[in-house]
């Protein structure tokens, strides 16, 4: 039975348009994103409107759900009118807003947003990142080449997560033990129930995990005393000793970066292996036309799309879509169904590395556009290029299972074998 709450919600978000009337469901659940992006049903939202009054009982609000490309562009560009200060995800809102808001950059408006992304933007840049790839190629042959020709394994477990987490520890500076040490409370952080299910209900469990990593932080923070270290760790140390940024700004951002810097990039990487397995004619095409790669991994992340909604609180009145937005309104941005807006992209349903209408939103837009986007873009072509070049076909062994999420969806464990076709260029 819908509780009093509920009831509200629904009744209020039913006078939004047909298919809200029709019974919208519930974009705050974690179960309607529980087999990837629920494409059919974000179609058909998309095509009766651009933005939609929603309501939620999953996460206890009503809010405005954007749906197509060009209305996502002004909220996620206009950060006079659109502010993520009370937090992005979907359990943030006015009753509930991210408890680093001010402090870590998602959740973090005006001058000091500025502030604390010009501490961090010199590590994540492109000509930066270029001079980093080491130990992300010592991380492929370490996780991948001995899984070639053996029997079946978790993809997810065996070289999607160990590989974000080496390339996190890479990028903060941190040993194996350590990295793994803060990696164990990622899961914790964004509130959830079970290792998997970022749904933001289990709030004590996020505080607790939220309080250790700052904790684990803090001591790396005096281990890592020489500031001159070049790394994000001694960069904001330095960041901070200049007087512009606070410890309490330097943890949360530590604690923002190691959140999204593996969660979203996991979820891209067991994609591409999904994609590479469904699609096993992509490695011969890649093969004889490499230049094809790059606009295969900007592809692939559109496709996969991991990330669900980015929340935005609207700093005064606005009208979005036709639509009047009060100031104090949530609006979330509905990025599976902005990812495949054919408005924006032609034949979005289509796979294609080829495509040529730039880059897309799978990182955000405007000025909280991703940081890590350089990093991501990396990570995946070195994947991709080592399935490449050494002819490694993935095959499916089992079927592979999703997220239950409302933040991050994509698979959970991908049951796969490695084979090659032919022998490496090394070898020959
Ligand atoms: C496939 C991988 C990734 C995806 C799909 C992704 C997606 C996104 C999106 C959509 C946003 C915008 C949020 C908003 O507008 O509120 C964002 C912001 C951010 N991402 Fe990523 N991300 C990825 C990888 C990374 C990596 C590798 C790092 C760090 C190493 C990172 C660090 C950040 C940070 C710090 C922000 C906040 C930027 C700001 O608010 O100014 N991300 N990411």
Same mark, same amino acid.
């Given at each position: 039975m819908?509780?009093?709450?509920?009831?509200h919600?629904s009744?209020r978000?039913s006078?939004c348009?047909?298919?809200?009337?029709a019974?919208a469901?519930?974009f705050?659940s974690?179960?309607?994103?529980s087999n990837?992006?629920?494409h059919?049903?974000l179609?058909?939202?998309?095509e009766a409107?651009?933005v939609?009054?929603?309501a939620?009982?999953?996460v206890?609000d009503?809010?405005w759900g954007v749906?197509?490309a060009?209305e996502?562009?002004v909220?996620?560009g206009?950060d006079?009118v659109?502010? @993520?200060?009370?937090g992005v995800f979907?359990?943030?809102?006015p009753?509930?807003?991210?408890?680093l808001?001010?402090?870590i950059?998602?959740a973090?408006d005006g001058?000091h947003?500025g502030v604390?992304?010009?501490?961090? &933007?010199?590590?994540f840049?492109k000509?930066r990142?270029?001079?980093?790839?080491t130990?992300l190629t010592?991380?492929?042959?370490?996780?991948?080449?001995?899984r070639? $020709?053996?029997a079946s394994?978790d993809?997810?477990?065996e070289?999607a997560w160990?590989?974000a987490?080496?390339?996190?520890?890479d990028?903060l500076?941190?040993?194996?033990?350590?990295?793994?040490?803060?990696?164990?409370?990622?899961?914790?952080?964004?509130?959830?129930t079970?290792s998997?299910?970022f749904?933001g209900?289990d709030?004590e469990?996020?505080?607790q995990?939220?309080?250790k990593?700052?904790?684990?932080f803090? +001591?790396l923070m005096v281990e890592?005393r020489?500031?001159?270290?070049n790394?994000l760790?001694?960069?904001?140390?330095?960041?901070?000793?200049a007087g512009?940024i606070?410890r &309490?700004d330097?943890?949360?951002n530590?604690i923002? /970066?190691v959140? $999204?810097?593996?969660?979203?990039?996991r979820?891209?990487?067991?994609?591409?292996?999904?994609?590479?397995?469904?699609?096993p004619s992509?490695? @011969?095409?890649?093969?004889?036309?490499?230049?094809?790669v790059?606009g295969f991994? +900007?592809e692939?992340?559109?496709w996969?799309?991991?990330?669900?909604t980015i929340g935005?609180?609207?700093?005064?009145?606005?009208?979005?879509g036709g639509?009047?937005?009060?100031?104090?309104?949530?609006v979330?941005? /509905?990025l599976g169904?902005?990812?495949?807006?054919?408005?924006?992209?032609?034949?979005?349903d289509?796979? +294609?590395?080829?495509?040529?209408?730039?880059?897309?939103?799978a990182?955000g837009?405007?000025p909280?556009?991703c940081?890590?986007?350089?990093?991501?873009?990396?990570?995946?072509?070195?994947?991709l290029?080592f399935f490449?070049?050494?002819?490694?076909r993935?095959v499916?062994?089992?079927?592979?299972?999703?997220t239950?999420?409302?933040t991050?969806?994509?698979?959970r464990t991908?049951?796969?074998r490695?084979l090659?076709?032919?022998?490496?260029?090394a070898?020959?």
């Amino acid at each position: 039975m819908l509780s009093q709450q509920d009831a509200h919600l629904s009744a209020r978000a039913s006078s939004c348009c047909t298919e809200c009337a029709a019974g919208a469901p519930d974009f705050g659940s974690a179960e309607l994103f529980s087999n990837g992006q629920p494409h059919a049903v974000l179609a058909r939202f998309r095509e009766a409107a651009a933005v939609h009054r929603l309501a939620s009982a999953a996460v206890g609000d009503e809010f405005w759900g954007v749906f197509r490309a060009e209305e996502a562009k002004v909220v996620l560009g206009d950060d006079d009118v659109f502010l @993520s200060g009370q937090g992005v995800f979907p359990w943030n809102g006015p009753a509930n807003p991210d408890p680093l808001r001010g402090s870590i950059l998602i959740a973090t408006d005006g001058e000091h947003r500025g502030v604390v992304r010009s501490a961090m &933007k010199e590590l994540f840049t492109k000509r930066r990142v270029e001079t980093r790839t080491t130990a992300l190629t010592e991380a492929l042959e370490r996780l991948v080449r001995p899984r070639i $020709g053996t029997a079946s394994f978790d993809f997810n477990a065996e070289i999607a997560w160990p590989l974000a987490l080496a390339s996190m520890a890479d990028l903060l500076g941190l040993d194996e033990p350590q990295m793994a040490e803060i990696g164990d409370q990622v899961a914790g952080i964004l509130g959830d129930t079970g290792s998997e299910a970022f749904t933001g209900t289990d709030r004590e469990s996020a505080r607790q995990a939220l309080a250790k990593a700052a904790g684990l932080f803090s +001591d790396l923070m005096v281990e890592h005393r020489n500031a001159g270290l070049n790394n994000l760790i001694g960069h904001l140390h330095r960041a901070e000793r200049a007087g512009g940024i606070s410890r &309490k700004d330097v943890l949360s951002n530590l604690i923002g /970066v190691v959140v $999204g810097g593996t969660v979203a990039p996991r979820l891209a990487f067991t994609g591409l292996a999904v994609l590479l397995a469904r699609e096993p004619s992509w490695l @011969s095409r890649l093969a004889a036309a490499p230049e094809l790669v790059s606009g295969f991994v +900007d592809e692939a992340l559109r496709w996969t799309a991991p990330t669900t909604t980015i929340g935005r609180t609207a700093g005064r009145d606005a009208e979005l879509g036709g639509r009047l937005i009060r100031r104090g309104d949530t609006v979330r941005v /509905v990025l599976g169904a902005v990812l495949r807006d054919p408005r924006c992209y032609r034949d979005p349903d289509v796979f +294609d590395p080829l495509r040529r209408e730039g880059t897309s939103m799978a990182f955000g837009f405007g000025p909280h556009h991703c940081l890590g986007a350089v990093v991501a873009k990396s990570q995946l072509t070195a994947l991709l290029e080592f399935f490449v070049e050494n002819r490694l076909r993935v095959v499916l062994s089992g079927q592979p299972t999703t997220t239950t999420s409302n933040t991050f969806t994509g698979y959970r464990t991908v049951p796969v074998r490695l084979l090659q076709d032919g022998p490496s260029p090394a070898s020959r």
